[in-house]
C-alpha cells in the first residue's frame, strides 16, 4: 500500500541511519514537503540527500537545549507537525543486573526515556490536530531476556508512554502508537561481540552470519530490513491506521512467541 503524505511536515529522530534513516527517506519519497531531521551524528545528517526540504538538528535527544531549538525552528515559521516518528535509542552493553553499573544504567535510560519524553514532549506541543506520532520499542520491551535490562525496561516504559500520550492526544486526535521490531539488518548488530564472532565463523560473511542468527532466534527465520520496518511505520503514521491509537505493533518474526 502506497501511503501519501504529500504537503505534510514531519519529524524524524535518530534520522541518519538504520530504521530513521529508513522512515526519512519513506516519508520523503511519500510527498512529505519537510522533514526535521535529529540525530547525534552530524556528518551523516549532513550527508542524507532527500527530494524535499529539511530542517537539521544535530545534538542528544536527551540535551533539552536541542528541543528548545527545534521548537523555536517550528514557531519561527508558525508551522506544525502532522507527524513525528520518535526513533532515536541506544542499545547499552550486556551485563546482568547484578554486574552492571549504574553509570551504564543511566547512559540507557537518558537517550530511551528522557530523550524520548524530552521529543515527545516537543512533537505534542507542535502536533497539529489529527497528527500522528510513532514511537520505538522493541521487542525486548514485551519479552524478558536476561543482560539487557536497562534497555528492556527502556523499552518497556515508551510502550507505556504511548497508551499515555494516547490518551493525552485522543481529544485533538493525535494518534500516537508505537513500534517493537524484533531483530532488523542494521548497523547495530556491527561491532558486537558475539555478532562479530558469528561472522567470523561465516568467514567473513555478514549476511550469512545474520540468517543463521534470525533462523536460530525467529519461527520466521529471518530479521527484517529497515525498509521493512519503515513502511510498517508510514502506515501507522498515515490514515491507513485509522482510529489506531495507544497500540504496539510487534514486528519480530514471531520471536515473542
Known amino acids: 500500500m502506497t501511503h501519501d503524505f504529500t504537503g505534510k511536515r514531519a519529524l524524524v529522530t535518530g534520522a541518519a541511519s538504520g530504521i530513521g534513516a529508513a522512515a ?7 510527498g512529505a514537503e519537510h522533514l526535521v531531521l535529529v540525530d547525534l551524528d552530524k556528518e551523516r545528517l549532513a550527508a542524507m540527500d532527500l527530494p524535499c526540504a529539511v530542517s537539521l538538528h544535530a545534538g542528544d535527544v536527551a540535551d533539552e537545549a536541542l ?8 514557531s519561527d515559521g508558525g508551522t506544525t507537525l502532522d507527524a513525528a516518528f520518535l ?26 526515556l528522557d530523550g524520548l519524553f524530552l521529543s515527545l514532549r516537543s ?12 514511537l520505538t520499542a522493541s521487542v525486548a520491551g514485551v519479552k524478558a531476556e536476561p543482560g539487557i535490562g536497562p534497555y528492556g525496561a527502556s523499552k518497556a516504559g515508551v510502550i507505556h508512554m504511548a497508551k499515555i500520550a494516547a490518551k ?8 500516537v502508537n508505537a513500534i517493537a521490531p524484533g531483530g532488523v539488518d542494521t ?5 558486537v561481540p558475539f555478532f562479530d564472532n558469528l561472522v567470523a565463523k561465516h568467514q567473513g560473511d555478514r549476511a550469512g552470519a545474520l540468517s543463521a542468527m534470525a533462523e536460530g532466534m525467529t519461527p520466521m527465520g529471518r530479521f527484517e530490513s529497515a525498509e521493512e520496518i519503515a513502511g510498517q511505520v508510514l502506515f501507522l503514521l498515515s490514515g491507513a ?5 495507544g497500540t504496539t505493533l510487534v514486528s519480530d518474526g514471531g520471536y515473542s512467541l
Open 67 to 74: 528541543w528548545d531549538a527545534v521548537e523555536a525552528d517550528a
Open 123 to 134: 512533537s505534542m506541543r507542535l502536533a497539529s490536530d489529527g497528527a500522528a506520532i510513532v
Open 24 to 30: 526519512a527517506r519513506a516519508l520523503a519519497e511519500a
Open 241 to 245: 491506521s485509522g482510529t489506531m491509537t
Open 187 to 191: 548497523g547495530i548488530w556491527d561491532g
Open 87 to 112: 526513533n532515536a535509542g541506544i542499545p547499552g552493553q550486556p551485563a546482568t543486573f547484578a554486574k552492571m553499573s549504574f553509570a551504564e544504567w543511566r547512559k540507557v535510560i537518558s537517550v530511551n
Open 168 to 175: 493525552e492526544g485522543a481529544p485533538r486526535r493525535i494518534r
